[in-house]
Nanobody
Framework: QVQLVESGGGLVQAGGSLRLSCVVSGVTFRRTALGWLRQVPGKERELVAAISWGDGSITHYADSVKGRFAISKDNAKNTVYLQMDSLRPEDTAVYYC?????????????????WGRGTRVTVSS
């Protein structure tokens, strides 16, 4: 059974930083495409960042976070991270770690079939 457990959310002022972590179990971590999604009430869930399986050499970002967010992973710890810098009030959302086995890279939220319970990020102005 796939399990994804996020941590690291919280309240931060605009311009600040947060680092989200997600421990993944129940999959062959090195052969799992991983991503971070976010959702605001009343809006569709959107992909924020994605990282390829293996060594994670390929990454993808939503235009709204390029240059501010960075996704990475540690295969030895079965953990994927999202470093968020220069946060803006519009980044306020619940952030979900997501996984998809059987494919090497997933750049749309529809491609993921397992998610965590989410961690809330609130950015105050």
């Amino acid at each position: 059974q796939v399990q994804l457990v996020e941590s690291g959310g919280g309240l931060v002022q605009a311009g600040g930083s947060l680092r989200l972590s997600c421990v993944v179990s129940g999959v062959t971590f090195r052969r799992t495409a991983l991503g971070w999604l976010r959702q605001v009430p009343g809006k569709e869930r959107e992909l924020v960042a994605a990282i390829s399986w293996g060594d994670g050499s390929i990454t993808h970002y939503a235009d709204s976070v390029k240059g501010r967010f960075a996704i990475s992973k540690d295969n030895a710890k079965n953990t994927v991270y999202l470093q968020m810098d220069s946060l803006r009030p519009e980044d306020t959302a619940v952030y979900y770690c997501a996984a998809r086995t059987e494919i090497w890279f997933a750049t749309t939220h529809q491609e993921y079939n397992d998610w965590g319970r989410g961690t809330r990020v609130t950015v105050s102005s």
